[in-house]
């Protein structure tokens, strides 16, 4: 029936009609191929530009980890320092060795009073100490720089110095003359 209307036709109306179905079965590859396909491909690529916008995100992540553990690293060492510098709780006999020890290493009579130790549930707390020391100047002098540069971190908040009033222009003298000294200081207990 197609056969029998085509054969009827001329030349140029065969070739009209075979040019419009080569244009239709184009029309149908576009419609049904083509376009879907375009259309898969640009899911595709938003699909690919989400899994590297979240590919960046993580390998960022894992970057700063590494920083971290690197940091982490450096600082450990002082973290264990740190560590040493507060007074373990139930340790005050320690504490008390240590200061007499400073004091008979200077050659100093002290009397030490330690404060309560304060309520709460806070991991680093805050003990005042009373310290009262007599002896020369010179020991005096050394026995603050060694109680600054003891193990323990201890925060002078005042000092009081005595004298016994006399006034001598003798240096060496002045030296060896007795003093007294009353410290506050804090101490930080963990």
Do not use: C
Request: charge should be negative; proline fraction near 3%.
């Amino acid at each position: 029936m197609i056969s029998d209307s085509l054969s009827k036709l001329g030349l140029k109306e065969k070739m009209i009609a075979v040019n419009a179905a080569i244009l239709g079965l184009a029309a149908l590859l576009i419609f049904f191929l083509i376009i879907p396909g375009i259309t898969d491909i640009g899911n595709i690529k938003t699909e690919i530009e989400k899994q590297f916008a979240d590919l960046d995100m993580k390998y960022q992540r894992g970057q700063s980890l590494r920083k971290l553990t690197q940091s982490m690293k450096l600082i450990e060492p002082e973290l264990q320092n740190l560590d040493r510098v507060f007074i373990v709780q139930e340790k005050e006999v320690e504490l008390i060795t240590s200061l007499e020890d400073l004091a008979a290493k200077n050659n100093i009579a002290q009397k030490i009073s330690l404060g309560a130790m304060p309520k709460g549930n806070s991991t680093i707390k805050k003990v005042p100490i009373s310290l009262a020391a007599q002896g020369s100047f010179s020991n005096i002098v050394a026995y603050l720089h060694s109680l600054e540069t003891s193990d323990y971190y201890l925060s002078i908040k005042s000092i009081e110095v005595i004298s016994d009033g006399s006034t001598q222009e003798d240096d060496d003298a002045a030296s060896l003359r007795p003093i007294a000294i009353n410290l506050t200081l804090d101490s930080y207990w963990h």
